[in-house]
C-alpha cells in the first residue's frame, strides 16, 4: 500500500504564489506553510532551518526535488542541463513555445528527461521527505521546533539515525553533504527506481552507491549483484 | 604464484624500433615478432589479426596497454589525457623536461596519474594478453594460424568462450566491442587491483561492471556488494 500525501488536506495553505517564471503557465506554485500561518507565504518553509548555516543542502533539496538532472553540460545535442520537472510532462509541441525543441536532442537524451518529468504536488511531496530524512540523519542539526513538528505531522515520528542510503542501507551522516571527493558532493539524492518520483522512492545515497546503481531499479541492482557473488563468491550464499 | 612472462626469453625478435616519439628517451620500444621472422619489424604484431575489419579492436588494446587514462579532457588542471605509461614513472623534475609539470594539477589527478605508471614491458605483456582474451571471446573472430600459435605459444591453449568480463564473470562477446550505448563503448578494459598494471590484473569488463567497481579492487568490490547484500536481502546468505 502507498499513501500518496494530499497536499490538499487542509493542512497546508496553498495559496498561489507570484510568479515571474517564463514557465508559470505550466504547474501553479502554491505555499506549503501550515494553513493557519501568519506572515508571507512559502512554497518549502521546510527547508528554513537548513537556509543558513546550511544553505547547500536547502539548495540541493529543492533544485533536486524540482528539477531534471540531464547532461553535466548544456548543448543543443545534450539539451538543458537542467529544467522543472512538469515542464517535462509537456508533449514535444507545447514545448516548442518555450523554445525547447525535443527533436534537435538525442534520443537518449530525450528518454532521460522524459523519465525525470514529475508533477508538481509530487516534486513538493519529495522536497519535504528529503527534508524529513536529512534531519534524522546521524550529525545532523536539531530542527526548529515548527518545522519538526510539521514535518512530523506529515511523516510520522523522527529518529535521529534513522536515515540510511536507499541502495547501502548504512547510515548516512549529515556532515556527507559538506564533503567532496574529485570535486563531486559525497552525497546524492536517489531514486530506488528511476522512473519514479515519489516520496516512497526517493532518498539519499552514497555518490560511490548511486553511480553503482546505474540506471537500474534499487532491486535490480540487489538481483544484479546476487548474481555476481553467486559466481564469485558461490560459497558464502545459500 | 605469479609467472612473469620474460621478453627476453629467446622467442620474441627485440629489435630495438625507429622511434620520432619525443619521449624516446624515456623507453626503448622493441619488436615483437617471434626472434626468427623474416621481414619488416612490428611492435605489437599479436594485433595484426584485429586491424582489418576491426580497427578499433587493434587501436583500443594497444592504447588501454600503454596509455594512462586522465580526465576526459585536457586542460592545465585536469593534466594530459592520455599519456605513455612508462612517462609517468619519471619524478616531477624530469617530467618538466617534457613540459608537464605535475606541481599544476590537482592531486587526485597526479594521483591517478601516478597511479596508471608501468614500465615499457609490462605494456606489452598487457597488450599480448588482452588480444589473448579478445580472441577467446565468444563470436570473436578466429585468429590467423600464425597468431594463434604466438598467442598460444606465450600462454597456453586458447578456448572460445574462455573470456569473461573481470567483475561480473559472465562471458564476453567480441560483439560488444561494437556496440555503444549514449555514446560510450559497452566494453572496458579493467585492472582487477586499479594500482597494477600486469597480465594477471588486468582483463576486459562489462561498462556497467567496471564503473560499478569503481576505485576499489575487484576482491574489496565483492566484499562491499556482500555487505550490501547481508544488509538487503540477508535471508540468501549462509
Redesign the interface.
Known amino acids: 500500500m502507498t499513501l500518496i500525501l494530499d497536499l490538499d488536506n487542509g493542512y497546508f495553505c496553498r495559496k498561489v504564489l507570484d510568479s515571474r517564471s517564463r514557465f508559470k503557465a505550466v504547474a501553479t506554485r502554491r505555499c506549503h506553510k501550515p494553513h493557519d500561518h501568519g506572515g508571507t507565504c512559502n512554497e518549502f518553509p521546510f527547508l528554513d532551518g537548513f537556509r543558513s548555516p546550511y544553505p547547500k543542502v536547502a539548495e540541493k533539496i529543492e533544485r533536486d526535488s524540482i528539477m531534471t538532472t540531464g547532461a553535466a553540460w548544456k548543448s543543443e545535442e545534450a539539451g538543458p542541463n537542467r529544467i522543472l520537472r512538469w515542464v517535462m510532462l509537456l508533449n514535444d509541441e507545447e514545448l516548442k513555445k518555450y523554445e525547447i525543441d525535443m527533436t534537435k536532442l538525442k534520443p537518449?537524451v530525450v528518454a532521460k528527461l522524459r523519465e525525470k518529468a514529475a508533477d508538481y504536488d509530487s516534486c513538493v511531496r519529495v522536497a519535504m521527505w528529503l527534508a524529513y530524512l536529512a534531519y534524522q540523519m546521524r550529525d545532523a542539526p536539531l530542527p526548529p521546533e515548527d518545522i519538526r513538528r510539521y514535518l512530523q505531522d506529515t511523516f510520522g515520528q523522527m529518529t535521529s539515525g534513522f536515515t540510511t542510503c536507499a541502495?547501502?542501507?548504512?547510515p548516512l551522516s549529515f556532515n556527507l553533504f559538506g564533503e567532496a571527493?574529485?570535486g563531486k558532493a559525497s552525497i546524492e539524492t536517489c531514486h530506488k527506481d528511476p522512473r519514479l518520483h515519489s516520496p516512497a522512492n526517493v532518498g539519499f545515497a552514497h555518490r560511490?552507491c548511486n553511480?553503482?546503481q546505474?540506471p537500474k531499479s534499487v532491486e535490480e541492482f540487489?538481483d544484479?549483484?546476487?548474481?555476481?557473488?553467486r559466481?564469485?563468491?558461490p560459497?558464502?550464499?545459500?
Open positions: 537518449q541502495v547501502c542501507l548504512l571527493r574529485r560511490e553511480i553503482a546505474g540487489y544484479w549483484i546476487i548474481g555476481i557473488i559466481r564469485a563468491r560459497e558464502i550464499l545459500r
